[in-house]
C-alpha cells in the first residue's frame, strides 16, 4: 500500500483511510450495475493504493453491493481494510421505506455479515433516521446486542 494518509475516527481507536471508495455505483444508481471481475479489480486496485475504507449498505443493489464487496474481500484482503455498511433504508412492497425499529436493526445487520462474509463490520450506521420511532428506540437496540460492532455512529 501507499501513501493515502490515515485518521482515527471516533474514540474507539477505528483508523481509516483518509480517501474512502463508496461502492454504491458499483451495483446500483448510476446505470446498470458494472461487471463484477471488473468491479472486484477496481477494489483491489484502490486497496493496493491505499484506500482502505469501503463503504457500502444493504440498500445497494439492493443487497447485491454488499455481496459484491464480500466477494472482493476474499482471501486475506478484509484484513487490509476498514469496512462500513448501513441499515435504515428498504423496501415493503417495491416502495422504499425508513426504518429503526430494534427487530429490523438487528437482522439486518446479521444478513449484511452473511453477505459480507465477515463477522465483524468495522462501522455500521444509520442510513436514514426514522422520524416515526423515536431515535431512543433504535440506539437501545445498540446498548443490549451482542452483535460485534466496532463503533456505531448515528447520523442526524
Not at 443493489?61 to 484484513?79: D, F, Q, R, S, Y
Not at 481494510?81 to 448501513?86: F, P, S
Not at 425499529?101 to 444478513?111: F, L, T
Amino acid at each position: 500500500m501507499t501513501g493515502v494518509r490515515r485518521i482515527k475516527l471516533g474514540s474507539q481507536g477505528l483508523e481509516v483511510s483518509v480517501q474512502g471508495l463508496g461502492c454504491n455505483g458499483m451495483s446500483a444508481f448510476y446505470g446498470s450495475p458494472k461487471p463484477e471481475p471488473d468491479m472486484i479489480k477496481l477494489i483491489h486496485h484502490a486497496i493496493k493504493a491505499g484506500v482502505t475504507f469501503l463503504d457500502t449498505s444493504d440498500f445497494y443493489g439492493p443487497k447485491t453491493n454488499e455481496i459484491l464487496l464480500g466477494k472482493a474481500l476474499k482471501g486475506g484482503v478484509k484484513e487490509k481494510v476498514e469496512v462500513a455498511t448501513k441499515f435504515g433504508i428498504r423496501y415493503n412492497n417495491d416502495a422504499m421505506e425508513i426504518c429503526g425499529d430494534p427487530a429490523y436493526v438487528r437482522a439486518s445487520c446479521e444478513a449484511s455479515l452473511q453477505r459480507l462474509g465477515m463477522d465483524c463490520i468495522d462501522l455500521y450506521y444509520q442510513h436514514r433516521i426514522d422520524r416515526c420511532l423515536p431515535i431512543e428506540i433504535t440506539v437501545n437496540y445498540f446498548n443490549i446486542s451482542s452483535t460485534p460492532l466496532y463503533t456505531i455512529i448515528f447520523l442526524f
